[in-house]
Nanobody
Framework: QVQLVESGGGLVQAGGSLRLSCAAS???????????MGWYRQAPGKQRELVAH???????NYADSVKGRFTISRDNAKNAVYLQMNSLKPEDTAVYYC????????????WGQGTQVTVSS
């Protein structure tokens, strides 16, 4: 199995920046191999939505609402993924979740516990 731990969330004023980090740990003896990684968010009363996604080859995809403001990156050697968030808006307030996709006996997804990001006016 895989455990994901997010960090870097907090309270910031509109226009400010935050950098989220996520480290993936594969259980000893597991045959799971990580492929794509990404960030999702869920605001109060809203469904969870994709924020950004990145493949092992570095191909990225962003939600229209964050294009030009957020940047996703990864360090394959550390099994880590990052999200640099600039020009934050109050509507960016949400719990941000890290996700990794990979393969063991079958393709599967794993999620972190989430980190709170709050943007004040």
């Amino acid at each position: 199995q895989v455990q994901l731990v997010e960090s870097g969330g907090g309270l910031v004023q509109a226009g400010g920046s935050l950098r989220l980090s996520c480290a993936a740990s594969v259980a000893s003896g597991s045959i799971f191999r990580i492929s794509a990684m990404g960030w999702y968010r869920q605001a109060p009363g809203k469904q969870r939505e994709l924020v950004a996604h990145i493949t092992n080859g570095g191909v990225t995809n962003y939600a229209d609402s964050v294009k030009g403001r957020f940047t996703i990156s990864r360090d394959n050697a550390k099994n880590a993924v990052y999200l640099q968030m600039n020009s934050l808006k109050p509507e960016d307030t949400a719990v941000y979740y890290c996700k990794t996709s990979g393969t063991a006996w079958y393709t599967d997804d794993y999620w972190g516990q989430g980190t709170q990001v709050t943007v004040s006016s």
